[in-house]
């Protein structure tokens, strides 16, 4: 049977062949197609690009994925794919082939997301393109949002909410590192909090998430610590964030003015 995935074609292993017969680059592309579209990908009609078939043909020949996963990641970013949806993408693509997460491709996928996100001009006033997170002014309208509703139901801010700032910056660092760090926090955070946290990245290596103080912040920031970390080992990062990472729980102020005037304080 022959499989087709963009222009590669390749012979599918029969059924009836022998036990041992070395497995087609076509096999691995379909149980990855089927692994990730049954677990993280959103929408079926946009997981397939050529890169695909350029990085399982990597991984089949024991070549270098870097290239590939950049290609890849590049193209994850112009379609408007989120980085977490990306990089789950490629962890389905490492189990699908049986085989160790490789820390130079998952970096290499998250390096080309950021070009590729970078590139996409309709992000540019809500998304970072470093993390795919929003920006300081996108969270600054939302505590807008959270002090007004909080006047309206007689409630006090400081005592409902919070925020919790992670800082990661250290010095000398080579851009695309800078990139791949950021980009690694950005998905830490949205495995951490999730959906209904309004989050932001504040300036290259501090991003602040805003957070009900009901939710077991302190439980969150210490889990935000141990997932950035991790991220980061695993992506090869380690020695590009500030040890150890800083988290912690910033109270904030009475009035709005006075928040947004905080947001600029911990972005020096």
Same mark, same amino acid.
């Given at each position: 049977?022959?499989?087709?995935?963009?222009?590669?074609?390749?012979?599918?292993?029969?059924?009836?062949?022998?036990?041992?017969?070395?497995?087609?680059?076509?096999?691995?592309?379909?149980? /990855?197609?089927?692994?990730?579209?049954?677990?993280?990908?959103?929408?079926?009609d946009?997981?397939?690009?050529?890169?695909?078939?350029?990085?399982?043909?990597?991984?089949?020949?024991?070549?270098?994925?870097?290239?590939?996963a950049?290609?890849?990641?590049?193209?994850?970013?112009?379609?408007?794919?989120g980085?977490?949806?990306?990089?789950?993408?490629?962890?389905?693509?490492?189990?699908?082939?049986?085989?160790?997460?490789?820390?130079?491709?998952?970096?290499?996928?998250?390096?080309? /997301?950021v070009?590729?996100?970078?590139?996409?001009?309709?992000?540019?006033?809500?998304?970072?393109?470093?993390?795919?997170?929003?920006?300081?002014?996108y969270?600054?309208?939302?505590?807008?949002?959270?002090y007004?509703?909080?006047?309206?139901?007689?409630?006090?801010?400081?005592?409902?909410?919070?925020?919790?700032?992670?800082?990661?910056?250290?010095?000398?660092?080579?851009? /695309?590192?800078?990139?791949?760090?950021?980009?690694?926090?950005?998905?830490?955070?949205?495995?951490?909090?999730?959906?209904?946290?309004?989050?932001?990245?504040?300036?290259?290596?501090?991003?602040?998430?805003?957070?009900?103080?009901?939710?077991?912040?302190?439980?969150?920031?210490?889990?935000?610590?141990?997932?950035?970390?991790?991220?980061?080992?695993?992506?090869?990062?380690?020695?590009?964030?500030?040890r150890?990472?800083?988290?912690?729980?910033?109270?904030?102020?009475?009035?709005?003015?006075?928040?947004?005037?905080?947001?600029?304080?911990?972005?020096?």
């Amino acid at each position: 049977m022959m499989a087709v995935h963009g222009g590669l074609f390749i012979m599918n292993r029969s059924t009836s062949g022998p036990p041992d017969a070395p497995e087609h680059p076509a096999d691995v592309i379909d149980r /990855w197609r089927a692994t990730s579209l049954a677990e993280v990908w959103l929408r079926p009609d946009d997981w397939y690009h050529p890169a695909v078939d350029a990085l399982v043909e990597a991984l089949h020949e024991g070549r270098s994925p870097h290239a590939a996963a950049h290609r890849l990641g590049a193209a994850r970013g112009r379609a408007g794919v989120g980085l977490g949806e990306t990089l789950d993408d490629v962890e389905c693509l490492y189990r699908a082939a049986q085989r160790d997460p490789d820390p130079e491709a998952i970096r290499a996928v998250s390096v080309g /997301w950021v070009r590729g996100r970078d590139a996409e001009p309709t992000l540019g006033a809500v998304r970072d393109p470093g993390t795919g997170l929003p920006t300081r002014e996108y969270l600054a309208e939302r505590l807008r949002e959270t002090y007004g509703a909080a006047v309206g139901a007689d409630r006090d801010v400081p005592t409902t909410h919070c925020l919790v700032v992670v800082d990661v910056a250290v010095d000398g660092l080579a851009p /695309w590192d800078r990139a791949a760090r950021s980009a690694t926090v950005g998905r830490a955070l949205e495995q951490v909090f999730g959906e209904g946290h309004p989050m932001a990245a504040l300036t290259d290596g501090v991003f602040a998430v805003l957070a009900l103080r009901e939710t077991g912040v302190p439980d969150l920031a210490k889990a935000t610590r141990s997932v950035v970390e991790r991220n980061a080992a695993l992506m090869g990062l380690a020695d590009a964030l500030r040890r150890p990472t800083r988290v912690w729980v910033e109270r904030l102020p009475t009035s709005h003015g006075a928040a947004v005037e905080l947001l600029s304080q911990l972005a020096r």
